[in-house]
């Protein structure tokens, strides 16, 4: 696929970069070859083949999903300059 000027300038935009004149030939020849590239990768047979998350065959290693803290959710509040009904309180900033 090959990319002209408009289109370079269009996916630019888009892209909140800033291509030089100068350089939209370069800009356009690299990009064409990207979605070339894709095209070809687009022509692989994937049948069968399942989707992987990581492109080696690992675990992830998590920790278990625990509660190791105590709740001091009311000690906490006490000590707030404003709380009320579990809502810390705090001066509007926003008219």
Not at 4 to 11: A, C, F, L, N
Not at 52 to 78: F, G, Y
């Amino acid at each position: 696929m090959s990319l002209g000027k408009t289109e370079v300038e269009y996916i630019s935009r888009l892209a909140a970069i800033a291509v030089e004149e100068n350089e939209v030939d370069q800009v356009a020849a690299k990009l064409s070859n990207i979605l070339d590239l894709f095209k070809q990768m687009e022509a692989a047979d994937t049948e069968g083949v399942d989707p992987m998350a990581h492109p080696l065959d690992q675990v992830q290693r998590l920790r278990a999903d625990v509660v190791t803290e105590v709740d001091q959710h009311e000690k906490l509040q006490s000590i707030a300059p404003s709380a009320e009904n579990g809502l810390y309180l705090v001066p509007q900033v926003i008219e």
